[in-house]
């Protein structure tokens, strides 16, 4: 019963939230006095429907929307491999850790530039510096969780001698689950603005080259409005696909 009316309560308070936010948007705006320098919410209507009718908005949102995808799947993959290879075999971690170390260290905006100029300013260097910059903090979360796998139902998978692709499905994966919801949740969050960040330096579409047009332009109107569209559309993914999933995850720990 008390768990109910949590919930409950849970479900108001996140629009209340965001209505205190765009309260001290107004208000912030109101004293500001000055549209050119920070328009209120009521003022992006207009230009988002104009963007919207335009098709332009779609467009661009459509761009960004397909490179954080790729860059999350290869990403999540690549890291959830390399985390667990790392947590289950000590030698391998000893070798990879420092490579990881560097990599957890090295700037985003390092990489981004290193693979503009090794591959070219394309689309697979956009996805490739992205990925590059997610791998090693999913990496990281997943070694985490290899390292706290229950030895004890490792060892009763092998004596009933599950053959290695069933211990890995019902043994292995369900213990890491919530480690790789809580990656793949961190890792949309910095997927997607180092998305923006490679589109604003070297791409010819998306949020981030539209946000550096009208930087350009100094139209704060505009930035605003297609930072808040993407960050709308994020927000949509996290409520509606993360949050629910990495609940769903978690329940056999509350059992």
Same mark, same amino acid.
């Given at each position: 019963?008390?768990?109910?009316?949590?919930?409950?309560?849970?479900?108001?308070?996140?629009?209340?939230?965001?209505?205190?936010?765009?309260?001290?948007?107004?208000?912030?705006?109101?004293? /500001?006095?000055?549209?050119?320098?920070?328009?209120?919410?009521?003022?992006?209507?207009?230009?988002?429907?104009?963007?919207?009718?335009?098709?332009?908005? *779609?467009?661009?949102?459509?761009?960004?929307?397909?490179?954080?995808?790729?860059?999350?799947?290869?990403?999540?993959?690549?890291?959830?491999?390399?985390?667990?290879?790392?947590?289950?075999?000590? %030698?391998?971690?000893?070798?990879?850790?420092?490579?990881?170390?560097?990599?957890?260290?090295?700037?985003?905006?390092?990489?981004?530039?290193?693979?503009?100029?090794?591959?070219?300013?394309?689309? /697979?260097?956009?996805?490739?510096?992205?990925? =590059?910059?997610?791998?090693?903090? $999913?990496?990281?979360?997943?070694?985490?969780?290899?390292?706290? =796998?229950?030895?004890?139902?490792?060892?009763?998978?092998? $004596?009933? %001698?599950?053959?290695?692709?069933?211990?890995? %499905?019902?043994?292995?994966?369900?213990? =890491?689950?919530?480690? $790789?919801?809580?990656?793949?949740?961190?890792?949309?969050?910095?997927?997607?603005?180092?998305?923006?960040?490679?589109?604003?330096?070297? @791409?010819?579409?998306?949020?981030?080259?539209?946000?550096? *047009?009208?930087?350009?332009?100094?139209?704060?109107?505009?930035?605003?409005?297609?930072?808040?569209?993407?960050?709308?559309?994020?927000? =949509?993914?996290?409520?509606?696909?993360?949050?629910?999933?990495? @609940?769903? $995850?978690?329940?056999?720990?509350?059992?």
């Amino acid at each position: 019963m008390t768990g109910t009316r949590f919930r409950n309560k849970g479900q108001f308070t996140t629009p209340l939230s965001i209505a205190a936010l765009g309260l001290v948007w107004m208000i912030a705006a109101a004293l /500001t006095a000055d549209p050119q320098i920070l328009p209120g919410p009521f003022q992006l209507i207009a230009p988002m429907r104009q963007e919207l009718a335009s098709g332009e908005l *779609l467009y661009h949102l459509g761009s960004t929307l397909r490179r954080v995808f790729w860059a999350f799947v290869l990403a999540m993959t690549f890291g959830l491999i390399l985390g667990l290879v790392m947590g289950r075999f000590p %030698r391998v971690d000893r070798w990879l850790d420092p490579w990881l170390v560097i990599f957890l260290n090295l700037p985003a905006l390092v990489l981004i530039v290193l693979c503009y100029l090794w591959i070219g300013l394309t689309e /697979t260097a956009a996805i490739l510096a992205v990925t =590059l910059n997610k791998i090693p903090n $999913v990496a990281t979360v997943v070694r985490e969780g290899a390292r706290a =796998l229950d030895p004890e139902l490792d060892a009763m998978a092998r $004596v009933y %001698r599950l053959p290695a692709w069933v211990r890995l %499905r019902h043994v292995v994966l369900p213990q =890491l689950a919530p480690f $790789v919801a809580a990656a793949a949740r961190s890792g949309v969050a910095v997927i997607w603005k180092i998305v923006l960040v490679v589109e604003f330096l070297g @791409r010819s579409s998306g949020v981030g080259f539209q946000i550096h *047009l009208y930087f350009q332009l100094f139209d704060v109107t505009m930035v605003l409005v297609y930072a808040l569209s993407f960050i709308g559309v994020m927000l =949509l993914v996290e409520w509606v696909l993360l949050q629910p999933w990495e @609940r769903r $995850v978690r329940r056999w720990r509350n059992a």
